[in-house]
């Protein structure tokens, strides 16, 4: 766990995390060891390990709301909560008083060789999420590489994946800290599917743009 002004910031593996202070929010819930009850839950997109119907029945209530990727609104049933809202790149919501923009999510050059297309096409609005709480903005890039909707968005804290494959190396997320701008950087998208810690500790040896925080698996 680590705390940033208040906010208890957890790594539950992969993309998926738990952030705390006044409420409870999961990013990409997958493969979580135990129940617990959300405000709020942040859908990148309608990939198996980011929209994962066993793990919102852990954590999904008639309290929660979820704001997904627009593929996904019509995938999430089964499950109790308040309400669901689809958002698209370039969109803005507020939810219990915090502000979620949807900032694009797609791949460049990282490339299904079966159908000749990116694992993470731009055209599908895959997104990742810039979420404002009590003053404190953290950005969740989603599965993407560096692209140029991330510039400058200067961030609080940056959650950006490492591994490579179907998302940036970590040669390539340090490029795009630099460019993202963040105060803390945190590794994602490893140990899991594909990558490993040797990805998440050569991403911290690179950055020399902010502070890198490497948080152990609960």
Same mark, same amino acid.
């Given at each position: 766990?680590? $705390?940033?002004? &208040?906010? /208890?910031?957890?790594?539950?593996?992969?993309?998926?995390?738990?952030?705390?202070?006044?409420?409870?929010?999961?990013?990409?819930?997958?493969?979580?060891?135990?129940?617990? $009850?959300a405000?709020?839950?942040?859908?990148?997109?309608?990939?198996?390990?980011?929209?994962?119907l066993?793990?919102?029945?852990?954590?999904?209530?008639? !309290?929660?709301?979820?704001?997904?990727?627009k $593929?996904?609104?019509?995938?999430?049933?089964?499950?109790?909560?308040?309400?669901?809202?689809g958002?698209?790149?370039?969109? $803005? !919501?507020?939810?219990?008083?915090?502000?979620?923009?949807?900032?694009?999510?797609?791949?460049?050059? !990282?490339?299904?060789?079966?159908? /000749?297309?990116?694992?993470?096409?731009?055209?599908?609005?895959?997104?990742?999420?810039?979420?404002?709480?009590?003053?404190?903005?953290?950005?969740?890039?989603?599965?993407?590489?560096?692209?140029?909707?991330?510039?400058?968005?200067?961030?609080?804290?940056?959650?950006?994946?490492?591994?490579?494959?179907?998302?940036?190396?970590? /040669?390539?997320?340090?490029?795009?800290?630099e460019?993202?701008?963040?105060?803390?950087?945190?590794?994602?998208?490893? &140990?899991?599917?594909?990558?490993?810690?040797?990805?998440?500790?050569?991403?911290?040896?690179?950055?020399?743009?902010?502070?890198?925080?490497?948080?152990?698996?609960?």
């Amino acid at each position: 766990m680590f $705390e940033y002004k &208040g906010l /208890k910031i957890r790594w539950h593996g992969h993309d998926t995390f738990s952030v705390e202070s006044d409420v409870r929010i999961f990013f990409d819930p997958y493969k979580l060891s135990k129940q617990s $009850e959300a405000d709020l839950i942040l859908i990148s997109h309608d990939h198996f390990d980011h929209l994962s119907l066993e793990d919102l029945q852990k954590i999904s209530t008639i !309290k929660t709301t979820i704001v997904a990727a627009k $593929e996904c609104v019509n995938k999430i049933t089964g499950i109790a909560f308040k309400e669901k809202i689809g958002i698209a790149p370039g969109e $803005e !919501k507020t939810v219990n008083g915090m502000r979620i923009r949807a900032i694009s999510a797609y791949n460049i050059d !990282k490339i299904n060789h079966d159908t /000749k297309k990116p694992f993470h096409p731009k055209e599908d609005n895959k997104i990742g999420f810039l979420v404002n709480i009590n003053g404190i903005v953290i950005y969740h890039t989603g599965d993407s590489d560096l692209i140029p909707e991330m510039s400058n968005l200067r961030p609080d804290i940056l959650l950006i994946p490492v591994s490579g494959t179907y998302v940036m190396t970590n /040669k390539e997320a340090a490029k795009a800290t630099e460019i993202i701008k963040p105060k803390i950087a945190i590794p994602m998208h490893y &140990g899991t599917i594909v990558g490993t810690e040797r990805d998440a500790t050569e991403f911290k040896n690179l950055v020399k743009s902010c502070e890198v925080q490497i948080l152990t698996k609960e």
